[in-house]
């Protein structure tokens, strides 16, 4: 398994066509197809947006490290309730470090002005 083929993995696995994988990670739909073809192998800066957006090591997208029998068990997978949560997770991902921990320090603080229920404080308890 090359490089080409744990991309496609990717892909399938995450249910998304190419199209939206491009635009979820930054990374032109000719870039793909580039590739695919054979006439352009993925740079360095492309691969490592797609190991953040998959949440998989770098090692394993070129070498095929770090994943037990080059299965895909060092993929998170992610289930959405709705599409919003989808798209927020989207979004987030594109946001440089700094901002993700603005938009973090911004969901604690609306998180913190919620009226608490008994069920929290059992919660809390029980942990």
Sequence with gaps: MDILDRLNLLQQQSGMNKKEVAKATGISLNAFTAWNKGDTKPGLKP???ISKY?????DWLVFGDDAPNN?????IKL??????EKEL???FRKLPDN???NVLAYI???ASTL?????????KLSV
């Design 47 to 49: 691969l490592i947006k």
């Design 54 to 58: 998959f949440n998989v090591s770098l």
């Design 99 to 101: 901002y993700q921990k």
């Design 71 to 75: 299965d895909l068990e060092n993929i």
């Design 79 to 84: 289930d959405f309730s709705s599409q919003s």
């Design 89 to 91: 997770i989207d979004k």
């Design 115 to 123: 009226p608490k229920t008994e069920s929290d404080d059992t919660k």
């Design 108 to 110: 604690d603080g609306i």
